[in-house]
């Protein structure tokens, strides 16, 4: 792990960089020895795993952590692909500076539309220099890291940490039902631990995520049944089911009846 220790002077003693710095995830677990509050960027890669505190989430581009003061994190990438920068901070207002940017009560973050990887490089490259202003430096890329995490994260912005998962796992899941889907494949897609996101989706949605993508795929079965133009085999494989037998259970747990006799109801109707 590439460390670039910054020595404060404790002129801001309110906000305190203690180090930042960008490292490559390594092929095996190495704990990083972080004492205080920490962000965790990544730069690049989409097949690391970080852990932290043993709950382990998807390490992918644009996603930004943040790690608790004593917590124990590793992050690991099989092919040395991913990149991160981090900062390790504190100060008797790094807690409420993080409240306001509503970033404190989220474990991971989408970041990627906040454009944060041209400052982190900013605040790692003023870490390496040092200099007489390096420390007004890194606070003020800090700053600016805090400013733009609230302009997405505010509840002016329409969205949350929490929404942006819940927006694009709902979004994938609505483009993508006639695929095999499971929530451990999207719970990679968004990057975030599994059990995280089948608790925030319950909580956003109100059923469980299996409960949207069946509700999802028999509500669109319904519609190609009423066209009539289709055997039942045809708008199974189109809406997710590789067996017929089994979507036609699914199919008359939702509805009541079976497809066939479905689409029989829908042509008398339709005459």
């Given amino acids: 792990m590439e460390r670039k220790y910054v020595q404060s002077d404790n002129i801001f003693e309110e906000v305190l960089i203690y180090a930042c710095g960008s490292s490559l995830a390594s092929r095996r677990a190495r704990l990083l020895d972080f004492i205080f509050y920490v962000l965790i960027y990544i730069k690049s890669g989409e097949r690391g795993v970080i852990e932290i505190n043993g709950e382990k989430f998807g390490a992918t581009a644009g996603t930004l952590y943040l790690v608790r003061p004593n917590s124990r994190v590793t992050v690991v990438d099989e092919r040395e692909e991913t990149e991160y920068f981090w900062v390790d901070f504190g100060g008797k207002k790094a807690k409420p500076m993080l409240e306001k940017a509503c970033i404190f009560n989220n474990k991971c973050v989408d970041a990627a539309a906040a454009g944060l990887g041209g400052v982190f490089a900013e605040m790692s490259d003023a870490g390496a220099g040092g200099g007489r202003f390096a420390e007004s430096r890194l606070l003020a890329c800090l700053f600016e890291i805090i400013y733009r995490l609230s302009a997405i994260l505010s509840p002016e912005s329409g969205q949350s940490g929490e929404n942006i998962y819940i927006d694009k796992v709902v979004n994938y899941i609505n483009n993508n039902y006639a695929e095999e889907l499971n929530l451990r494949k999207l719970s990679e897609y968004v990057g975030i631990n599994y059990q995280y996101l089948s608790s925030l989706f319950k909580a956003n949605v109100g059923i469980t995520m299996r409960q949207y993508i ?49 689409a029989k109801r829908a042509l008398i109707k339709k005459a």
């Fill in 214 to 262: 069946i509700n999802l795929r028999i509500n669109n079965a319904c519609r190609l049944l009423h066209n009539g133009k289709l055997s039942i085999a045809e708008i199974a494989a189109m809406v997710g089911y590789c067996d017929q037998l089994y979507f036609a259970k699914e199919f008359k747990k939702k509805k009541g009846i079976t497809p066939s006799l479905y």
